[in-house]
């Protein structure tokens, strides 16, 4: 059974850094086509897509947000990390992260992660 | 373009059936794939690719896309499919994601 759980900080300060840890179980991180994303959405508002890691070591990233975002992976902790730099208010919002799974020319997020609730403000 | 739009709000009488479109240029690229949302929950996936359903899902649940428009289409409406639901591709770069806008639906 494949599961994923974010953790990190319920609240930061304005300019503060955001550092989320997804820990996941049931696959590898190190097996090739394993790939881990990042999603948010703040209050009320849409999903919007944040940055991946692949079993290989690639990443992507928002280009809205790329030059605030770092991703990385501990394969021997099946963990990944995801850092947001100069956190604002507007960054409020339940951050998620999931497995994309690929299949040919199909991709998909599946499972999700729980959810968790960053809220910025001083 | 990168974006993916859809309708904010459609309503659909219990038991009958109700489309949700999804609009964008990286459609006629890369399939989508649907996400339902209840409130407080997580995302939880119903379609992806050309119209292949996740274990669990049921089959009152389709998909199918032409040209820049992907649909997501429920048969037979229940109360439970009262839900957000998203839509997701790969953006025109192919390395990247976009969530479309996301569609309330409600049951009446």
């Known amino acids: 059974q494949v599961t994923l759980r974010e953790s990190g900080p319920a609240l930061v300060k304005p300019t503060q850094t955001l550092t989320l840890t997804c820990t996941f179980s049931?696959?590898?991180?190190?097996?090739?086509?394993?790939?881990v994303s990042w999603v948010r959405q703040p209050p009320g508002k849409a999903l919007e897509w944040l940055a991946l890691?692949?079993?290989?070591?690639?990443?992507y990233y928002s280009t809205s947000l790329k030059t605030r975002l770092t991703i990385s992976k501990d394969t021997s902790k099946n963990q990944v990390v995801l850092t947001m730099t100069n956190m604002d208010p507007v960054d409020t919002a339940t951050y998620y992260c999931a497995r994309i799974n690929t299949h040919g020319e199909y991709n998909w997020f599946d499972p999700w992660g729980q959810g968790t609730l960053v809220t910025v403000s001083s | 373009s990168s974006e993916l739009t859809q309708d904010p709000a459609v309503s659909v009488a219990l038991g009958q059936t109700v489309r949700i479109t999804c609009q964008g240029d990286?459609?006629?690229?890369?399939?989508a794939s649907w996400y339902q949302q209840k409130p407080g929950q997580a995302p939880v996936l119903v379609i992806y690719?050309?119209?292949n359903r996740p274990s669990g899902i049921p089959d009152r649940f389709s998909g199918s896309s032409s040209g820049n428009t992907a649909s997501l289409t429920i048969t037979g409406a229940q109360a439970e499919d009262e839900a957000d639901y998203y839509c997701n591709s790969r953006d025109s770069s192919g390395n990247r994601y976009v969530f479309g806008t996301g569609t309330k639906v409600t049951v009446l």
């Open positions: 049931g696959f590898s991180l190190s097996t090739s086509g394993m790939c």
């Open positions: 890691i692949d079993w290989d070591d690639d990443k």
């Open positions: 990286s459609l006629r690229s890369y399939y």
């Open positions: 690719g050309k119209n």
